[in-house]
């Protein structure tokens, strides 16, 4: 399985980007899927994930903003960001995990993209 991030890039505050990662291998159905990002100097933290049936969870600090979401059949996990703030300025990462119990933990997922940057001023 391979995961490939893209859609990154610099943008003013208040501004939009989607972040898409196309995976490769099986179904993105058969995966917890998420998305990471690790802000210059700071450890790497959860931001979003879907479920198998769909169900999406965001944190806190960028509920209403950002909107996770997949297409089953073009196998592509994507991120909407609105509203960007300097603060979302990170490293952004999708992962994949079969079986996953705790979805902010790293160590949960088997398959991990190279990283798309985002920075926002």
């Known amino acids: 399985v391979q995961l490939v991030e893209s859609g990154g890039g610099s943008v003013q505050a208040g501004g939009s980007l989607r972040l898409s990662c196309a995976i490769s291998g099986r179904s993105n159905e058969n995966y917890f899927l998420a998305w990471f990002r690790q802000p210059p100097g700071k450890e790497r933290e959860g931001v979003a994930n879907?479920?198998?049936?769909?169900?999406?969870t965001h944190a806190g600090d960028v509920k209403g903003r950002f909107t996770i979401s997949r297409d089953s059949d073009k196998n592509i996990l994507f991120l909407q960001m609105n509203g960007l703030k300097p603060e979302d300025t990170a490293m952004y990462y999708c992962a994949a995990g079969e079986w996953v119990a705790a979805p902010d933990r790293e160590s949960e997922y088997n398959y991990w993209g190279q990283g798309t940057q985002v920075t926002v001023s």
């Open positions: 879907i479920e198998y049936d769909g169900t999406t």
